[in-house]
């Protein structure tokens, strides 16, 4: 059986706005319990702001995020909190796992960057240091990202840790010049995983 299902259905508003981080998670949730292959839509033409997340599994069958609108961070490092700090997509312990559809996902990062060191003693600012990684994958296997944009990541754009079975495939990851730490993909400790036809263009790695 083939699900299709839409962060609007779970009452997302996407006027880049509003907080639709609950109507992710429900949705989230839905296509989780949903055996066979579940697609979930990020609609086009509309942004979507979402707060920091994690999205568990194990999930009871393939899904497939559709993301061809865009996902925004909140502008404000002060919007994380504590127990937030470092991540912002978060996906765990998720099995066959595709992300595609051509849309854009914008971390927002430009006050993280503001925030970063100027000096090799970081005497003044030290909050690029909890900034989040932007798209997050961690214990996941048989994972697909393809064909989207990321874009002006907090810090890492893309990140594997302990995952198996990787693809991340036609990608276009960019932000500025002065964007410290930014780097395109960190893979951690991750098998079989296989990146090709990106476009990178990123920011400085800075002293990370």
């Known amino acids: 059986a083939r699900v299709l299902l839409s962060l609007d259905d ?16 429900d949705a989230w949730e839905a296509a989780c319990a949903t055996g066979g292959n579940t697609y979930l839509n990020v609609p086009a033409g509309k942004s979507y702001q979402i707060w920091p997340v994690t999205l568990a599994g194990p999930c009871r069958g393939e899904i497939k995020l559709m993301i061809s609108g865009n996902i925004i961070a909140p502008e404000s490092p002060e919007e994380w909190e504590d127990g937030d700090q470092g991540r912002w997509l978060h996906f765990t312990g998720v099995g066959d796992l595709s992300l595609s559809g051509g849309g854009i996902v914008d971390g927002r990062g430009h006050q993280w960057w503001a925030g970063a060191c100027e000096d090799e003693n970081c005497t003044s600012y030290r909050q690029h240091e909890v900034a989040p990684m932007a798209l997050h994958f961690e214990d996941c296997q048989d994972v697909s990202v393809k064909g989207l944009t990321l874009q002006n990541s907090q810090r890492q754009h893309l990140v594997f840790t302990r995952c198996y079975n990787v693809e991340a495939n036609y990608l276009r990851v960019t932000s500025p010049e002065y964007s410290p730490g930014t780097a395109g993909v960190l893979v ?18 800075h002293w990370f």
Do not use: M, W
């Open 10 to 25: 779970f009452g997302a508003v996407g006027d880049g706005i509003a907080n639709d981080t609950q109507a992710f998670v």
């Open 188 to 205: 951690v400790s991750s098998t079989n995983v296989h990146i090709k036809d990106d476009l990178f263009s990123v920011g400085t790695l």
